[in-house]
């Protein structure tokens, strides 16, 4: 399938110019950062939820982070949690910048995952569910790993609004915040385990799900529009098995393309 010249040149002509993001990373310390899971978690659904979501450990488990030498981190945050309860989510969001910035941590939250894997020998799980999560598994980090939004939810185009929605609305609100790093709006889009499971790879959704071209025509956010917001910039990345098509929108779409 052939990229749609009209829609890449509408998300390449949102994208900051090469001598902006330039700027933009000079101006930056070196990075020092890790991926984080709350050790309460088998997976993002079970570390936001509300009855779960445990700031004590978190803030125990940052200022271990700090005091080895971390700087940033990135943490990929959960559809399903904020369609259920969006303002119990982003307070929750928002403890965790208040905790992270005490730790002198910035934070590169990802609003969407096609990870999904499990212990070795148990079954994957392609679709996040709320509630109980499955027992975690000793010696195994994210023993119940499931994607957000899920794949076949990523693939469903009537669910595409309320997706754009959960991007607009949170990157919105944070759109100056220093204590974001970057967004990563994505994190492995159309990964191996959508193929291992019979669902469709995503070819379109990736941008559709962002929004981009919507995203900038709102007087809040930093891209277009006559505003500069010099702390905030956009990635995706791009996985071993990504599809050329991905790597084309990622390289061509956002400032900066990030590589697993």
């Known amino acids: 399938m052939r990229p749609n010249k009209n829609k890449m040149h509408a998300l390449k002509k949102c994208r900051w110019p090469v001598e902006k993001a330039c700027k933009w990373y000079n101006t930056q310390p070196w990075t020092l950062g890790f991926n984080y899971i709350p050790g309460y978690a088998v997976n993002f659904t079970e570390m936001w939820q509300k009855n779960i979501f445990d700031p004590k450990v978190i803030d125990r488990e940052l200022k271990w982070a700090a005091n080895i030498g971390f700087n940033t981190f990135r943490t990929i945050m959960q559809f399903l949690v904020w369609k259920d309860d969006n303002q119990g989510f982003e307070e929750r969001f928002e403890h965790l910048l208040e905790i992270a910035e005490r730790h002198r941590l910035k934070v590169m939250p990802c609003h969407f995952d096609d990870c999904s894997f499990t212990a070795p020998g148990k079954q994957h799980i392609t679709e996040p569910y709320l509630g109980k999560q ?40 944070y759109a100056k915040d220093e204590r974001i790093y970057a967004w990563d709006l994505y994190n492995e889009p159309g990964g191996a385990t959508m193929a291992w499971h019979g669902v469709k790879r995503t070819t379109w959704s990736m941008p559709h799900l962002l929004g981009r071209e919507k995203l900038t025509q709102t007087n809040h956010l930093p891209w277009d529009g006559g505003r500069t917001v010099e702390s905030v910039s956009i990635t995706a990345n791009v996985g071993w098995n990504v599809q050329i098509l991905l790597l084309i929108i990622i390289t061509d779409s956002w400032e900066r393309a990030t590589f697993h």
């Open 134 to 173: 499955k027992d975690p598994v000793p010696g195994c980090i994210g023993s119940s790993f499931t994607p957000s939004p899920g794949h076949y939810t990523a693939q469903d185009k009537n669910q595409w609004p309320e997706l754009e929605r959960y991007v607009k609305e949170i990157i919105t609100r």
